[in-house]
């Protein structure tokens, strides 16, 4: 029995060649066992090696190959091509982004607000070596573990109308990872990014729509994270003007 | 991003219906204001507005505000697990019961309020 195969219509850029997209076909095996990495990965190896994209661990974990197929931003490495049955797939550079090249996108806007955050752990002083380590129990992991695994794959902004209607929007990604901080007991930095995320383009920018966290490939609900630091940030700002003296 | 973005997928257009039940709320409490204010006027002010409670237009106008109400109160209950987050030990509280509270709540104030405004 012939192999059956299933097409993909993959969008193309490459700006030397000329300025306007298109979407070129290609026909793949159709695999049980196939994701869509493993559809571009034939097509890069045995059709059309001039198509560029990002990929690297290929099980989930790296946040490399964020695309949007059929529409919805997902990791080509997690969607298998039989639930796609029976085609055409629809892939395209992942969405809010700009295109560098095929399916490859700039993340830098996101890397930037990535690192307006503060991601680590902020201490008002250090405790010497010798002292030993922060201690945390269990009980203290649980409050941020779920925001610690987020894997900066960029599908939460992709899926983020906000985002898309307002880039100056700090970001899904970047308020959970400032929650994973915030939230550790190790860190005394919540006043520092209370300033950032406090702001018209941080947290005050979200309306709740809820993709981001629906999208999410590890669970992390950003929607949780942001909704939680609404109340925290209001809760401060309360206390500031009425016990402007501290607590 | 075009003005209609929300259009191509039903679960855009459900957060838009979502946000949008604003207006209506915002239109009970005009409805209310107006209410208040014919009885500040006198008795004459006061029956015509009941009078226009009554008709047919208003009557519409309620019956979709109703269903836009309580869409909005529903969907506000089921994210408030979302933001407040308590946990005992290492176990967090089901979001069912933190959504099930206000519920609770909200059928609890209902209640009275029909009692004090049905048994007088």
Redesign the interface.
């Known amino acids: 029995m012939a192999q059956e195969t299933i097409t993909l219509e993959v969008f193309r850029y490459r700006p030397e060649e000329a300025f306007v997209p298109a979407f070129q076909s290609y026909e793949v095996p159709l695999r049980k066992d196939w994701v869509i990495l493993d559809a571009l990965n034939y097509i890069k190896d045995e059709i059309d090696g001039t198509l560029s994209y990002r990929w690297s661990c290929r099980m989930g974990v790296c946040g490399s190959c964020g695309m949007m197929v059929n529409?919805d931003p997902v990791l080509t490495c997690a969607a298998f091509l039989e639930a796609y049955r029976p085609g055409p797939i629809r892939v395209e550079p992942l969405a809010h982004f700009p295109v560098v090249r095929d399916l490859v996108i700039e993340m830098n806007d996101f890397m930037e607000k990535l690192n307006r955050v503060k991601p680590w752990i902020i201490r008002e002083e250090e405790k010497p070596v010798a002292e030993g380590e922060y201690l945390q129990t269990?009980?203290e992991l649980?409050?941020y573990k779920q925001y610690s695994m987020c894997i900066n794959c960029m599908l939460c902004y992709a899926a983020c109308?906000v985002y898309?209607?307002e880039p100056s929007f700090i970001g899904p990604a970047a308020i959970a990872l400032a929650q994973r901080y915030n939230l550790d007991n190790r860190d005394q930095g919540n006043g520092e990014r209370l300033e950032i995320l406090s702001t018209d383009d941080g947290i005050w920018q979200c309306?709740?729509?809820?993709?981001c966290s629906?999208v999410c490939p590890k669970s992390v609900?950003p929607?949780?994270a942001i909704?939680?630091y609404?109340?925290t940030g209001t809760t401060a700002w309360w206390t500031s003007k009425l016990l402007p003296w501290g607590t | 991003m075009p003005i209609f973005w929300w259009v191509h997928k039903w679960i855009h257009m459900r957060f838009i219906l979502r946000e949008l039940t604003s207006v209506f709320v915002a239109f009970y409490a005009v409805v209310l204001l107006f209410h208040v204010r014919s009885v500040a006027v006198g008795p004459e002010a006061y029956a015509a507005f009941l009078a226009w409670l009554r008709s047919p237009p208003a009557l519409a106008l309620h019956g979709v505000a109703l269903v836009m109400v309580l869409f909005h109160s529903v969907t506000w209950f089921n994210l408030a697990p979302k933001a407040l987050v308590v946990r005992v030990g290492e176990q967090r509280i089901p979001g069912w019961i933190i959504a099930g509270m206000n519920f609770a709540a909200w059928g609890v104030f209902s209640g009275v309020l029909a009692w004090i405004l049905l048994a007088a």
Do not use: H, S
Not at chain 1, 207 to 211: A, L, R, S, W
């Open positions: 529409g269990p009980a649980a409050d109308p898309g209607l309306t709740f729509v809820g993709e629906t609900d929607a949780g909704q939680r609404k109340v």
